[in-house]
Each structure stands twice: as structure tokens, then as C-alpha cells.
């Protein structure tokens, strides 16, 4: 299958791996040089760990990264059989991609969001092939974890689903069919979690610290919420609690006062270096 991802941050050069890995052709599109390069090593790095664990061999790392074509040129997505956007966590941006993938791919193939909470229903109106469009919602970091919530929007069609699945399947992970309902059910729960952790930070409760060994010690949580919230990127867990608010109408999911002056402040987690945490070459986490 050929195969194209549209965005090459953290979850788009992830699932590129994972496709390749399986024996696909991918072509990774995103804007810039810059951050195709900085993909292409990530998938190089997590390519090699797996063969220092003995979980790949070095020939089959060779064949996978051949299998990628890093590109800004959005000619390559044309003869694509499925399309996975995987652009930033904004209604807006991934219509941009869905329908610029509409005009260009063949009239069979199928378009997937890896949206995390927006309505695949909304995403799919916008384009010419409501029946061919599906959410594909991996899970970070993909080449390690197992689940996929697949989402069937309003007009999904069974036999896109049924390939999906059949897909996600053969790529060694797990679907899991959910509907269409903001969130779906990973985030639906998840978010509202973390989300009173970070009120349990504002409201002098606990530390991070603590909270997050509450967690892992009591609940055999592997990480601590507020660990997973900086791992996420803080903005993104701002971004599905305001879809979350606004599409349920709960006041439960409202976003912590905290969680908002973080982000615009810039500290979002991992990525910016600072959160609930410090990152980086000599950062204690305080």
C-alpha cells in the first residue's frame, strides 16, 4: 500500500515508521526541510534501538527507511492509497489538509485523521468523500504502543472502517472502534484526570511531585499525570479540554486556570524544555 502522512512532528513520523516498518511506502510531507530532517532522524534513532534490543534487524532498518520519502513537494501524496493527516491539534489545519489531500488522491482512497479529539463528522463534510473518511488516533509514542482508536464519523462507510481495522490489524496493533463523540474515549477520560491534577497543583493540594507518586504508587499508573501532561505537550491538553468544554457543554471539563497561564507562558511540557518539569542537559525536575 502507498501510503502518505501529512505532518512529520512526534505522532507523523511515528506512524511513517510503523508503516514502513510493515512493509509499506510512505511519503512524509511536511512545510519545512528542517523539520523533515529532524524526522528523519528520530525514525533513524528509534530504528536503531530496536535493533540493539534485538527486536529488528539491522537490514530490515536499512529496507524500512528506504521505504520514506521525507518531501515538502505535495505532488508526492497523488498515487497515495490511504492518507494519515497528522498535522497540529487544530480544526482548521486539518481541514487544510484533508481537503488538499481530497483534490489530489485517486477517488478510492481512503483519508485518516490522527486527531485526537476533533469530530472526524466535521473533518469529513469538508471534503468530497465523507464515506472514505475515518479517524486513525494512535497513540504516543507509536512505534511502542499497541492501541488504535479508529472513529467512525456520521458517514463513515462500513467497508472503510472494515479496512481500517483489517489495516491497523496487520501493522500489529490493536483497533478499537469508538463513535464520534468529542474526545472519543481515550481523551474523554484521560483529560479530565490530568486536568484535576493540575487543579490539585493550583489549589496548593500537592507538588507534582507528589501528585504524580500518589499516582504511580497507588493507582500503578507507569507515569504520573503530570508527567504524561508535559509529555503530551501542555498545549495540546489545553486544546482537547477546549474541544472537550465546548462540545459536551460540562463545566467539568473546563480547563484549569493553571493549565491556560502555563501555555502562554510558552512552557508546554517536553518539547519547550519546561512544564510541571525542567527538560533538558543538566535540568533537575523541580
Given at each position: ?22 512493509g ?35 537490514a ?9 520519502a ?36 485517486g ?72 463513535n ?22 493550583y ?19 507507569p ?37 491556560k ?26
Open positions: 500500500m502507498r501510503v502518505a502522512v501529512l505532518g512529520a512532528g512526534t505522532m507523523g513520523n511515528g506512524i511513517a515508521q510503523v508503516f514502513a516498518q510493515n509499506h511506502t510512505v511519503a512524509l510531507r511536511d512545510l519545512e526541510p528542517a523539520i523533515l530532517e529532524r524526522a528523519r532522524g528520530t525514525i533513524e534513532k528509534s530504528l536503531a534501538k530496536l535493533v540493539e534490543k534485538g527486536r529488528l534487524q539491522a530490515d532498518k536499512d529496507a524500512t527507511l528506504g521505504r520514506i521525507a518531501v515538502t513537494d505535495l505532488n508526492a501524496i497523488n498515487a497515495a492509497d490511504l492518507v494519515i493527516e497528522a498535522v497540529v491539534e487544530s480544526f482548521d489545519a486539518k481541514v487544510a489538509a484533508l481537503r488538499e489531500a481530497d483534490r489530489r488522491v477517488p478510492e482512497a481512503i483519508l485518516a485523521s490522527n486527531t485526537s479529539s476533533i469530530s472526524i463528522t466535521r473533518l469529513a463534510a469538508a471534503t468530497g468523500r465523507p464515506a472514505q473518511v475515518i479517524g486513525m488516533h494512535f497513540m504516543n509514542p507509536v512505534p511502542l504502543m499497541e492501541l488504535v482508536e479508529v472513529i467512525r464519523g456520521q458517514a463513515t462507510s462500513d467497508a472503510t472502517t472494515a479496512r481500517v481495522m483489517e489495516l491497523t490489524r496487520a501493522l500489529g496493533k490493536t483497533p478499537v472502534e469508538v464520534d463523540y468529542p474526545g472519543f474515549v481515550s481523551n474523554r477520560v484521560l483529560m479530565p484526570m490530568i486536568n484535576e491534577a493540575i487543579f490539585c497543583v489549589e496548593g493540594v500537592a507538588s507534582a511531585q507528589a501528585i504524580d507518586q500518589v499516582m504511580k504508587l497507588g493507582m500503578n499508573h507515569m504520573g499525570p503530570l508527567t504524561l501532561a508535559d509529555f503530551i505537550g501542555l498545549d495540546v491538553c489545553l486544546a482537547i479540554l477546549d474541544v472537550l468544554h465546548a462540545g459536551l457543554g460540562d463545566p467539568k471539563y473546563r480547563a484549569c486556570p493553571l493549565l497561564r502555563m501555555v502562554a507562558a510558552g512552557w508546554l511540557g517536553r518539547k519547550s524544555g519546561r512544564g510541571f518539569y525542567a527538560y533538558g542537559a543538566g535540568a533537575s525536575r523541580t
